[in-house]
């Protein structure tokens, strides 16, 4: 969000009274002298003071008094045209209620010429729910880290002697089975021919047919019509690349349902199997569940992904912003989407570094293009998280206004 330095003239004073009052967010006018000159409804019910209470006095009753020195040296240099950044933004900034209680806020800056005179007009944002919105989020997601973490470690060893087996043809069936067994993924290893020959009992409780019915049939028949093709092209790549590529695919269930799955395959040269790892794209778990409930519950877009631009999670919030789904945004470049300019994707690109120099979140704006052609201007804050020794983005996507009149712009028809 940026505080443009332009001095509003206000010509129409009955329609900015309309949209000062208006306004959800707190506004306050302020003079050269930092009184109050004028509050709407909204600041009333933010700070607990009726306008009788507060106009004409100093904008000190509102910020706490360790952050006074500190605001009003904002002000004084904003009144001097030397300041363009929100407040918000670049400090810890407080507000402080009339029954003494302080809160997180975000304050933005702007010129008026009102009835003739140059002011400030002040939006303020309460940040409460945002800040307890990340607090929890931070606190969630080190729990998720940490069963990524073990689950990437157990699943790596598995993987590792399932695909060494796999292409040396030399594992017993006793130890097939308890490699399967230990295993929190559908396991499945086909023939040449396209047929599942191995099986763990994981494809039952997720799909509910048996596993002589899974065997039944060429297993890209339980494969969604409009998935096949994207898995038959990656089939072919298997021998290419000698490693495991991730799919996103829905399959079919016994109750005539598709569900959608992440498949991870590889492949052997020698005898011409495929190794099938597959898992749920709604996490398991009744804890690690309501960590997603709560990653989906939030307005801002949450997404975890690898360097290759792979989606773990693309949460609720992301597909409302951008129209795309995990599936989409994993089959496709999606930074190619969502900016289709190539000099912005390369701006975006290269502020990525600054996220690799950092331990903490790095924020910037950015502008985007949805999925209907929609322009939408978003803060988006990234951090890395180093999982077994691999480089993953977590980032979270706000939406905020447009610089100009429009909130949105359509580009596409």
Known sequence: ???????????????????????????????????????????????????????????????????????????DSFFNNS???PIGLEMDLHG??????????????????????????????????????????????????QKIILKAEENDKVNSALKTALENNEMSQKNMDKIFALSNDMIGITNADGYFIHLNSNWIDFLGWTLDELAAKP?????????????????????????????????????????????????????KSILILANSSQVKGSETQSIVNIINSIDEGITFSDKNGHFEIFNTGMEKITGYTIKDANNVDFSKLIYPDGKDRQNVLDGLNLVL?????????????????????????????????????????????????????????
């Open 96 to 145: 402080l209620k009339k029954d003494g209680s302080e809160f997180p806020i975000e304050v933005n800056l702007g010129w008026v010429d009102l009835n003739g005179n140059t002011v400030i007009i002040s939006t303020i944002r309460d940040l409460s729910d945002r800040k307890r919105l990340e607090k929890e989020l931070r606190k969630s997601y080190k729990i998720l880290e």
């Open 83 to 85: 300041l363009s950044k």
């Open 1 to 75: 969000m940026k505080t443009k330095q332009e001095k509003l003239e206000v010509t129409d004073q009955s329609i900015f009274y309309k949209l000062f009052n208006s306004s959800p967010d707190s506004m306050i006018v302020i003079d050269n002298n930092e009184s109050i000159n004028l509050i709407n409804k909204s600041t009333e019910n933010l700070f607990g003071y009726t306008r009788e209470e507060i106009l004409g006095k100093s904008v000190n009753i509102i910020i706490p008094e360790r952050y006074r020195s500190k605001f009003q040296s904002y002000v």
């Open 219 to 271: 297993y890209i028949e339980f494969v969604h019509q409009d998935d096949q093709k994207l898995l038959k092209e990656n089939i072919d790549k298997i021998n290419e690349k000698n490693e495991f590529i991730n799919l996103n695919l829905r399959m079919e269930t016994k109750d005539e349902q598709f569900k959608e799955m992440i498949w991870k395959i590889t492949g052997s040269n020698k005898n």
């Open 357 to 413: 120099e950092s331990s903490d979140f790095v924020s910037s704006d950015t502008e985007i293009i949805t999925k209907d052609g929609i322009k939408k201007y978003l803060i988006v804050s990234t951090k890395i998280i180093e999982i077994d020794g691999e480089k993953k983005f977590l980032s979270i996507y706000e939406e905020r206004q447009s610089e100009n009149s429009g909130d949105e712009k359509k580009l596409v028809n």
